[in-house]
Nanobody
Framework: QVDLVESGGGSVQSGGSLGASCVASAYINNRYCMGWIRQAPGKEREGVASIKPDGTTTYADSVKGRFTISRDSARNTLYLQMNSLKPEDTAMYYC????????????????????WGQGTQVTVSS
Protein backbone atom coordinates (compact mmCIF):
# COMPACT_ATOMS: atom_id res chain seq x y z
CA GLN A 1 0.00 0.00 0.00
CA VAL A 2 1.28 3.40 -0.99
CA ASP A 3 0.15 6.22 1.29
CA LEU A 4 0.66 9.70 -0.10
CA VAL A 5 -0.65 12.80 1.65
CA GLU A 6 -0.69 16.07 -0.28
CA SER A 7 -1.02 19.59 1.03
CA GLY A 8 -0.71 23.05 -0.41
CA GLY A 9 -2.22 24.22 -3.67
CA GLY A 10 -4.85 26.94 -3.49
CA SER A 11 -6.00 29.83 -5.64
CA VAL A 12 -3.93 32.52 -7.33
CA GLN A 13 -4.14 34.96 -10.18
CA SER A 14 -2.41 34.34 -13.47
CA GLY A 15 1.33 34.86 -13.15
CA GLY A 16 1.37 33.97 -9.48
CA SER A 17 3.03 31.12 -7.63
CA LEU A 18 1.87 28.21 -5.51
CA GLY A 19 3.51 25.24 -3.88
CA ALA A 20 2.41 21.74 -3.05
CA SER A 21 3.95 19.06 -0.90
CA CYS A 22 3.49 15.33 -0.42
CA VAL A 23 4.51 13.20 2.53
CA ALA A 24 5.26 9.54 1.98
CA SER A 25 6.97 6.84 3.99
CA ALA A 26 10.75 6.70 4.01
CA TYR A 27 10.60 3.43 2.06
CA ILE A 28 8.59 5.03 -0.72
CA ASN A 29 10.52 8.27 -0.73
CA ASN A 30 13.91 6.58 -0.99
CA ARG A 31 13.10 3.87 -3.53
CA TYR A 32 10.20 4.92 -5.74
CA CYS A 33 9.99 7.16 -8.72
CA MET A 34 7.75 9.98 -7.51
CA GLY A 35 6.09 12.93 -9.09
CA TRP A 36 2.97 14.90 -9.79
CA ILE A 37 0.09 14.40 -12.16
CA ARG A 38 -2.95 16.59 -12.70
CA GLN A 39 -6.45 16.35 -14.06
CA ALA A 40 -8.81 19.15 -14.94
CA PRO A 41 -12.57 18.62 -15.28
CA GLY A 42 -13.39 17.17 -18.66
CA LYS A 43 -9.75 16.71 -19.60
CA GLU A 44 -7.42 13.74 -19.67
CA ARG A 45 -5.01 13.04 -16.85
CA GLU A 46 -1.61 14.61 -17.50
CA GLY A 47 1.78 13.83 -16.04
CA VAL A 48 3.45 17.00 -14.77
CA ALA A 49 6.87 16.10 -13.39
CA SER A 50 8.84 13.16 -12.04
CA ILE A 51 11.91 12.65 -9.88
CA LYS A 52 14.02 9.54 -9.46
CA PRO A 53 15.56 8.49 -6.14
CA ASP A 54 18.86 9.85 -7.48
CA GLY A 55 17.30 13.26 -8.05
CA THR A 56 16.98 13.11 -11.84
CA THR A 57 13.92 15.06 -12.95
CA THR A 58 11.64 15.20 -15.98
CA TYR A 59 8.92 17.68 -16.85
CA ALA A 60 6.01 17.88 -19.22
CA ASP A 61 6.62 20.44 -21.95
CA SER A 62 3.62 22.43 -20.73
CA VAL A 63 5.31 23.21 -17.39
CA LYS A 64 8.99 23.13 -18.25
CA GLY A 65 10.75 26.27 -17.02
CA ARG A 66 7.87 27.20 -14.71
CA PHE A 67 7.51 24.25 -12.33
CA THR A 68 10.20 22.68 -10.14
CA ILE A 69 9.98 19.28 -8.50
CA SER A 70 12.20 18.39 -5.56
CA ARG A 71 12.37 15.97 -2.68
CA ASP A 72 13.66 16.19 0.87
CA SER A 73 14.70 12.72 1.96
CA ALA A 74 15.21 13.77 5.57
CA ARG A 75 11.57 14.88 5.74
CA ASN A 76 10.22 12.15 3.40
CA THR A 77 8.56 14.94 1.47
CA LEU A 78 8.09 15.68 -2.21
CA TYR A 79 7.56 19.24 -3.40
CA LEU A 80 6.20 21.00 -6.45
CA GLN A 81 6.92 24.70 -6.85
CA MET A 82 4.68 26.28 -9.46
CA ASN A 83 5.64 29.70 -10.84
CA SER A 84 4.22 31.85 -13.64
CA LEU A 85 0.93 30.02 -13.31
CA LYS A 86 -1.59 30.15 -16.12
CA PRO A 87 -5.34 29.54 -16.11
CA GLU A 88 -4.73 26.30 -18.03
CA ASP A 89 -2.77 25.01 -15.03
CA THR A 90 -6.04 24.84 -13.09
CA ALA A 91 -6.56 21.22 -12.05
CA MET A 92 -6.52 18.73 -9.21
CA TYR A 93 -2.89 17.88 -8.58
CA TYR A 94 -2.02 14.43 -7.35
CA CYS A 95 1.19 13.18 -5.82
CA UNK A 96 2.14 9.89 -7.45
CA UNK A 97 4.59 7.10 -6.79
CA UNK A 98 5.71 4.33 -9.12
CA UNK A 99 6.90 0.94 -7.92
CA UNK A 100 10.52 0.18 -8.90
CA UNK A 101 9.31 -2.95 -10.75
CA UNK A 102 8.46 -0.52 -13.52
CA UNK A 103 11.80 0.14 -15.17
CA UNK A 104 10.83 3.67 -16.06
CA UNK A 105 10.52 7.01 -14.32
CA UNK A 106 8.73 9.78 -16.13
CA UNK A 107 5.62 11.89 -15.73
CA UNK A 108 3.84 9.76 -18.33
CA UNK A 109 4.73 6.50 -16.54
CA UNK A 110 3.46 7.94 -13.26
CA UNK A 111 0.21 8.94 -14.93
CA UNK A 112 -0.26 5.51 -16.46
CA UNK A 113 0.93 3.15 -13.72
CA UNK A 114 1.46 5.10 -10.51
CA UNK A 115 -0.38 5.14 -7.20
CA TRP A 116 -1.91 8.50 -6.29
CA GLY A 117 -2.76 10.51 -3.23
CA GLN A 118 -6.08 12.25 -2.58
CA GLY A 119 -5.13 15.37 -4.52
CA THR A 120 -4.93 19.09 -3.88
CA GLN A 121 -6.71 21.73 -5.93
CA VAL A 122 -4.86 24.43 -7.85
CA THR A 123 -6.98 27.22 -9.33
CA VAL A 124 -5.52 30.00 -11.46
CA SER A 125 -7.74 32.90 -12.41
CA SER A 126 -7.13 35.21 -15.35
Amino acid sequence: QVDLVESGGGSVQSGGSLGASCVASAYINNRYCMGWIRQAPGKEREGVASIKPDGTTTYADSVKGRFTISRDSARNTLYLQMNSLKPEDTAMYYCAALDPIYDSCSESALSAFGSWGQGTQVTVSS
